[in-house]
């Protein structure tokens, strides 16, 4: 069973349009994470997570809007998608409440190209 | 700013052969933690290391953590071509913060 699943795998969409882009976990973890990975590998935080309450918001345009229905679903939607909006995002989860340590479960990402 | 910086930046080894990555960070940590991410894919947990730890082993991974130097070290003993991938250090500011990510060492392990 995929612990930390990602839907869709891959979007293609032109400059303007509004997407979103789901994540769900089976791990019962109580906090959930997006990064965006540039065509340089670097992973950077967007948005963290807690029990359904938004904890991180990091410098990230107002077009960006995560939503998290339950502790199990975090998803993130986009407005007027921009070229430089193009990258893999992944979801991630952990249980901070658990081992107190901050270990995160990936998911397999989702390549977004912005045409 | 960054927290974590990857050295070196790409690494090609033969099967059998070891390989180090090191990664050095900026400010105190709780604890530093490493990843793996095949082509394509997520990133998968591989060990975390904790700032009152030194040294930790996992299989054929070994983690060093020197809090003094700021730095940590990988070390995969006996590669396997299978091993090829990034490899990232993350950084942690306390248990419940979130994590730092460096840029990555790609690891290419010929046969």
């Known amino acids: 069973d995929t612990a930390v699943s990602q839907t869709p795998k891959y979007l293609v969409t032109q400059m303007g349009n509004d997407k979103s882009i789901k994540c769900e976990q089976n791990?019962?973890?109580?906090?959930m994470y997006w990064y965006k990975q540039d065509s340089k590998k670097f992973l950077k935080i967007m948005f963290s997570?807690?029990?359904?309450?938004?904890?991180i918001n990091e410098t990230v345009p107002n077009r960006f809007s995560p939503k998290s229905p339950d502790k199990a679903h975090l998803n993130l939607h986009i407005n007027s998608l921009e070229l430089g909006d193009s990258a893999v995002y992944f979801c991630?989860?952990?249980?901070?409440?658990?081992?107190?340590?901050?270990?995160?479960?990936f998911g397999p990402g989702t390549r977004l190209t912005v045409t | 700013s960054q927290q974590g910086e990857e050295d070196p930046q790409a690494l090609s080894i033969q099967e059998g052969e070891n390989a180090t990555m090191n990664c050095s960070y900026k400010t105190s940590i709780n604890n530093l933690q490493w990843y793996r991410q095949n082509s394509g894919r997520g990133l998968v947990h591989l060990i975390l290391?904790?700032?009152?730890?030194r040294e930790k082993h996992s299989g054929r991974l070994r983690v060093t953590l020197d809090t003094s130097k700021k730095s940590s070290s990988l070390l995969i003993t006996a590669s396997r071509a299978a091993d090829t991938a990034s490899y990232f250090c993350a950084t942690a500011l306390s248990g419940y913060s979130t994590l730092t990510f460096g840029k990555g060492t790609m690891l290419l392990v010929s046969p």
């Open positions: 290391i904790r700032s009152n730890e």
């Open positions: 791990l019962g973890h109580d906090t």
């Open positions: 991630a989860s952990s249980s901070l409440s658990g081992t107190g340590t901050n270990e995160q479960y």
């Open positions: 997570y807690n029990n359904k309450e938004l904890i």
